[in-house]
């Protein structure tokens, strides 16, 4: 089966990195795999090809509205080669372009949803986001097959569109985390020992942008370390949203491999207004590491409230806090909470059985 893929990642032109060895890994599954990716042409590629079979494609200019008619340019340079379906990364241009592709040539397409696009505060962040919106609504029924990254997205979809004739197929199937190698790594650093000064450390993983609402985290840190001092809140990560968050907390720029950190910390917080999945809880959860998040993504799906974590509400800075007290107060419900959480990993996938589940269902669409 030949597959095109629209709207991949831009560290694909960097070699070596962690999206092209995801690459070539899928390319494995395939007969052939080319991805045109949405970037502009400072990458200083043309196009690349990794193993035989992958290719990928920049659109190589800085201005949006001309991704479209390069994309046409690509296509059709490729001379009469062409892909038995098109998948795209987002329901937004990447599904537009895909849509428009799918009419052209009379292709299956498959629409992928990464971010809880339905959720009232992703509508709220931004016009930008408004127009994603309404552009989903109105590409996602004309998809063969829809893949989400949780239950909570798939809900929102058979909400939006109740009749079971309005949307085909919808799989499941959430970012890849290796929960064998998170666990079976050994620390490479130890927090207790960096930061010696603090008797109890509080992790967040993520970018710093405005969704993540990381300032919630560091409004309940106001009230916590008035009852205890020596508490830290260590952030890991770097975004547009750094500036206004440095206070009552240490940083350190964002590093891809987060294990030693989340195995040496003592709890783990996620803070979003919204996620479509949640990759780092998982990790965190697999490296034994408690963790609180908003309801948001995984939250009562993977982790359920008072059984393997806790869940507060979205913004509610004092449920957070009261969250954090009772962990920091009750070493034997974090400790439930760990064996809870790797008790329920020990099903997880493996990366075999994930590649060919997401294989199985794009040949379903063929």
């Known amino acids: 089966m030949r597959v095109l893929v629209i709207g991949s990642e831009r560290n694909l032109f960097i070699d070596g990195s962690e999206a092209q060895k995801r690459i070539k890994e899928y390319g494995k599954l395939f007969d052939e795999l080319r991805i045109i990716v949405f970037s502009s042409s400072v990458l200083g590629h043309s196009n690349l090809q990794l193993e035989n079979k992958v290719f990928i494609y920049p659109t190589n200019h800085r201005i949006t509205l001309f991704y479209l008619w390069n994309i046409y340019k690509i296509t059709r340079s490729w001379r009469g080669w062409k892909p038995d379906i098109i998948t795209c990364q987002d329901p937004f241009e990447s599904g537009l372009v895909g849509w428009l592709l ?26 930008k986001n408004k127009i994603r919106v309404l552009l989903a609504k109105f590409l996602l029924p004309k998809a063969d097959g829809i893949r989400v990254v949780s239950e909570r997205i798939k809900n929102s979809l058979l909400t939006l569109y109740p009749k079971p004739y309005t949307l085909n197929p919808i799989i499941v199937l959430p970012i890849f985390v290796d929960v064998k190698k998170i666990q079976s790594a ?5 927090l207790h020992e960096k930061y010696s000064d603090y008797d109890f450390i509080i992790l967040i993983a993520s970018r710093l942008t405005k969704e993540k609402n990381v300032g919630m985290a560091i409004g309940a840190m106001t009230e916590v370390v008035k009852k205890y001092p020596k508490t830290l809140l ?4 770097d975004g547009p949203e750094e500036k206004k968050l440095k206070a009552n907390v240490k940083f350190e720029p964002w590093a891809n491999d987060l294990i030693s950190y989340y195995k040496t910390a003592d709890l783990f917080l996620l803070t979003s207004n919204y996620e479509g999945y949640g990759r780092t809880v998982v990790e965190a959860m697999a490296a034994g590491l408690p963790v609180i998040m908003t309801d948001v993504g995984l939250a009562g799906e993977l982790l359920i409230d008072d059984l393997d974590g806790r869940v507060v509400p ?13 962990l920091m107060e009750n070493t034997k419900k974090r400790e439930d909470f760990k064996l809870n959480s790797l008790k329920l990993l020990e099903k997880w996938s493996t990366k075999q059985e994930y590649l060919e589940k997401y294989r199985d269902f794009l040949m379903m669409l063929k």
């Open 102 to 127: 799918k009419m052209r040539y009379g292709l299956p397409l498959q629409l992928q949803i990464h971010a809880d696009i339905f959720s009232p505060y992703f509508w709220q962040e931004s016009f």
């Open 186 to 190: 050994k620390p490479k650093i130890n």
């Open 234 to 237: 260590l952030i890991v990560g």
């Open 314 to 326: 979205v913004g509610d800075i004092k449920a957070l806090t009261q969250a954090i007290l009772e």
